[in-house]
T-cell receptor
Framework: AQKVTQAQTEISVVEKEDVTLDCVYE???????LFWYKQPPSGELVFLIR??????QNEISGRYSWNFQKSTSSFNFTITASQVVDSAVYFC????????????FGKGTRLHILP | EPEVTQTPSHQVTQMGQEVILRCVPI?????FYWYRQILGQKVEFLVS????????KSEIFDDQFSVERPDGSNFTLKIRSTKLEDSAMYFC????????????FGQGTRLTVV
């Protein structure tokens, strides 16, 4: 069973539009962590956020915000006023604390911001 | 800002050859990892390493793969006899307290097997 699902394979939006990247996860653990990573065209993985399962507060960091909803097992990522430099592949990921020490990545969403 | 460094950035090798991918984790980190990303696909866990031994490995990490921390600073991934399907981006990562703390990834080594 896929543990992290990013249903949007590819999204294109025009610069300055807001865009939300969806992430749905699956776990039986009560303690887990969720992550978002950005992979720009240069290929590296850039850490964006880590959220533990006990903290459902939404988080905002500049133009980025994250909406964590345990009831729907979702951890969505919104970019406000998108910019061309936001073009990248974005990965949602899950770590199950009591199971093992690894991150399970989703398949990623490729985001194109059009000028 | 501390960072995880990987060398080389790109390695081309002939099928059947041995390759060693090198990583220098962040100096006070205790947990080390290798992940792999076949072109256009998701990032997959290969192996975790703690206290000088493998703590976990995936089914991808078969007998052709090995890891080593030879000198207290480097962390290497060796592929004994490369296959075409080993072509991928290989990421090293390190963390202080395990993957549940913030893990830092290196910039990756692109391995091309021809």
């Amino acid at each position: 069973a896929q543990k992290v699902t990013q249903a949007q394979t590819e999204i294109s939006v025009v610069e300055k539009e807001d865009v939300t990247l969806d992430c749905v996860y699956e776990t039986r653990d009560t303690t887990y962590y969720l992550f978002w990573y950005k992979q720009p065209p240069s290929g590296e993985l850039v850490f964006l956020i880590r959220r533990n399962s006990f903290d459902e507060q939404n988080e905002i960091s500049g133009r980025y915000s994250w909406n964590f909803q345990k009831s729907t097992s979702s951890f969505n990522f919104t970019i406000t006023a998108s910019q061309v430099v936001d073009s990248a592949v974005y990965f949602c990921a899950l770590s199950e604390v009591n199971r093992d020490d690894k991150i399970i990545f989703g398949k990623g969403t490729r985001l194109h911001i059009l000028p | 800002e501390p960072e995880v460094t990987q060398t080389p950035s790109h390695q081309v090798t002939q099928m059947g050859q041995e390759v060693i991918l090198r990583c220098v984790p962040i100096s006070n980190h205790l947990y080390f990892y290798w992940y792999r990303q076949i072109l256009g696909q998701k990032v997959e866990f290969l192996v975790s390493f703690y206290n000088n031994e493998i703590s976990e490995k995936s089914e991808i990490f078969d007998d052709q793969f090995s890891v080593e921390r030879p000198d207290g600073s480097n962390f290497t991934l060796k592929i004994r006899s490369t296959k075409l399907e080993d072509s991928a981006m290989y990421f090293c990562a390190s963390s202080y307290g395990g993957m549940n703390t913030e893990a830092f990834f290196g910039q990756g080594t692109r391995l091309t097997v021809v």
